[in-house]
């Protein structure tokens, strides 16, 4: 189960932190990220991380956006800097992730949270 929050409204320039953390059983952590989907279009990659520590970031935030991850508390976060009317969507957290030492990797997906950024 993923449980994200740190979504509102702010106005242009201004900064949101995401949160959004996993329970349950995780027998191996891959990767958690954040998507987004704004009305009318298709969810995208916002950024990625891998539990190595590793970032990847869509090219429309890089330089704004800052993913980290909390490898004892299973957490991830977006820092998210800067934001412009753009940015605007449901921001959804996902983890990659082996439930138990019998399972194969599957995919989780939080329930999404708003973020709005007014000009």
């Known amino acids: 189960q993923l449980q994200a929050s740190g979504g509102g409204s702010v106005h242009m320039g201004g900064s949101l932190r995401l949160s959004c953390a996993a329970s349950g059983s995780i027998f191996n952590m891959i990767t958690m990220g954040w998507y987004r989907q704004a009305p009318g279009k298709q969810r995208e990659l916002v950024a990625l991380i891998t539990s190595g520590g590793n970032p990847n970031y869509a090219h429309s935030v890089k330089g704004r956006f800052t993913i980290s991850m909390d490898n004892a508390k299973n957490t991830v976060y977006l820092q998210m800097n800067s934001l412009s009317p753009e940015d605007t969507a449901v921001y959804y957290c996902?983890?990659?992730?082996?439930?138990?030492?019998?399972?194969?990797?599957?995919?989780?997906w939080g329930q999404g949270t708003q973020v709005t950024v007014s000009s």
């Open positions: 996902s983890a990659e992730l082996v439930p138990t030492m019998f399972s194969y990797q599957e995919t989780y």
